[in-house]
């Protein structure tokens, strides 16, 4: 419980932000969250012309999670799918490697082996929860740095680094393991500590904004003991990474998976999933303000 005076996010069980899962009391499960990712894309893609992807297809290679065996994952050549297929819509994975050696990464030693096939269930958690998000999305491919580039090959690292920033400008979606610290953290889509349902309100006029002070509070209502903020993203694990600026900067679309809640950015701005935090623009993201400006509509 939130101590005395402490600011907390409440709205009318009326209000439509009550409408997303992360508001009821019972936490949303890995399908709630990905309704609400396809809902953003939808309202990006409907609306927001600067946030088209070139879906340029840069990278040498990606993994097709298209393959006619169950739970296996394979790694393919881009470059020869584009031939046949035109330009490739696929996603990205931004993510920390950890303090230690990532053990499931693509070699010279094994990467015939994965051109055949990866089983998912001997990848890393944050790998897999990126792999079922990308499926249930719809998109066939997905890009992992670890697995998409042969880690041990000198001249294929120095190809490839060349192109990273292509591979986040030219993804449709990129997805940040944003408070994850390795690759077995995951991307908290199953896990989320679910906000207080008092009980459901009438309309109450000292409820109409997205914080009210503890003590004010007069009727009951739905309550949300940390609300969406910035700081959740710019005092991540990930955020402390020397490459994550670029990745930033130059997906068009990028969901933060954080430990208490999803954030959607986008070049139109940021929202947070509880739909207590917008910002709009792109240059203060850019410039890592905590400044945020606080609006109950979405992006």
Known sequence: MAPPHSMLGACSSKDPKAQRAIWNNTAPNFIHRVHVIQEWLDVCERQH????????????RSLDLDTQELDVVQLVGMQDIEKTSGLIRYAALSHCWGSGSLLCKTTKLNSAVHRKGIQTKSLPRTFQ???????????????????CIIQDDADDWSIE?????QVYQGSYITLAATS???????????????????????????????????????TTCLVRCSIGSLRDIWDSSLSR???????????????????????????????????????AGFSSIKSGSVAAEADTNGL
């Open 49 to 60: 012309p600067n946030c088209q992807s070139a879906e340029i297809g840069l990278s040498t």
């Open 161 to 165: 680094a060349a192109k990273m920033a």
């Open 241 to 279: 990474r020397a490459w994550v600026l670029q990745e930033l900067v130059l997906s068009p679309r990028l969901v933060h998976f954080t430990s208490q809640q999803m954030y959607y950015q986008c070049h139109e701005g940021i929202e947070s999933e509880d739909r207590t935090l917008k910002v």
């Open 129 to 147: 929860d990126a792999i079922r998000i990308t499926i249930t999305l719809g998109i066939r491919y997905l890009w992992i740095d670890a697995l």
């Open 180 to 218: 994850a610290q390795d690759g077995n953290g995951g991307l908290f889509v199953d896990a989320l500590r679910s906000p207080t349902l008092v009980v459901s309100t009438d309309d109450d006029p000292q409820l109409q904004g997205n914080t009210v002070e503890a003590s004010s509070l007069t």
